[in-house]
C-alpha cells in the first residue's frame, strides 16, 4: 500500500463522525468511531480537506434520504474472496436485507457462511458498501462493525421516504 498516495477526511454525519480514506482518487474507507477491524489510521495518510468532495455530497443526499445508490469510484482492498463479498453486498438493493446465508450463495459458495460473515464484518467501506444491510438467518441484527446500534440506525433510514 502506498500511505503517501493516501489522505484522509473526517466529517460530521448522523451517526457519528465518519473517517473516509481517498486512495489515489477512489474512496478506500469509511470508518466510524469505535469501528471494529479500523486499520492503523497511519494507513490513512495525511488529512486533508481537499479530497472526496463527491463522497461527502452523495453521503449527505443518503442521510438525508434522497440518494438511494453510490456512484463514487472505490478502492476494495482484500483477498479475492472478500473482494467477492463486497461486490456482491452492492447488488443488494436499496431497503432490503439479506441473510448471510443468501449472501454465500450470491457469491457461489452457499456452505461458506462463516466465511462470508467474516468477509462482511471486514468490509473497509461501511455505509457505501452496505454491509448493513445483512442480518441473521432468524431476521436479527448480527454483527456490525460500526456497532448495532448505526446499523439499525442505517436500516431504518433506508425504511423512511425522503
Known amino acids: 500500500m502506498n ?28 470508518y466510524m468511531a469505535q ?18 468532495d463527491d463522497v461527502i455530497v452523495q453521503l449527505g443526499e443518503y442521510f438525508a434520504g434522497r440518494r438511494t445508490e453510490f456512484t463514487v469510484p472505490l478502492a476494495l482492498r482484500g483477498t479475492p474472496f472478500q473482494r467477492r463479498v463486497w461486490e456482491s453486498l452492492r447488488t443488494i438493493p436499496y431497503g432490503q436485507t439479506w441473510t448471510y446465508r443468501d449472501l454465500a450463495a450470491a457469491v457461489g459458495q452457499p456452505t ?30 448480527t454483527g456490525y462493525a460500526g456497532g448495532l446500534e448505526r ?11 425522503a
Open 112 to 141: 461458506a457462511v462463516r466465511a462470508v460473515a467474516a468477509a462482511n464484518g471486514k468490509n473497509p467501506i461501511s455505509i457505501v458498501v452496505p454491509c448493513h444491510r445483512v442480518i441473521g438467518s432468524d431476521g436479527s441484527l
Open 35 to 52: 469501528h471494529r477491524h479500523r486499520p492503523d489510521p497511519a494507513t490513512f495518510g495525511p488529512q486533508s480537506s481537499q479530497s472526496l
Open 3 to 30: 500511505v503517501e498516495r493516501n489522505t484522509h477526511r473526517v466529517i460530521e454525519s448522523p451517526i457519528g463522525p465518519l473517517t473516509l480514506v481517498d486512495r489515489g482518487g477512489a474512496l478506500g474507507g469509511v
Open 151 to 161: 446499523k439499525q440506525f442505517l436500516l431504518d433510514r433506508e425504511q423512511r421516504p
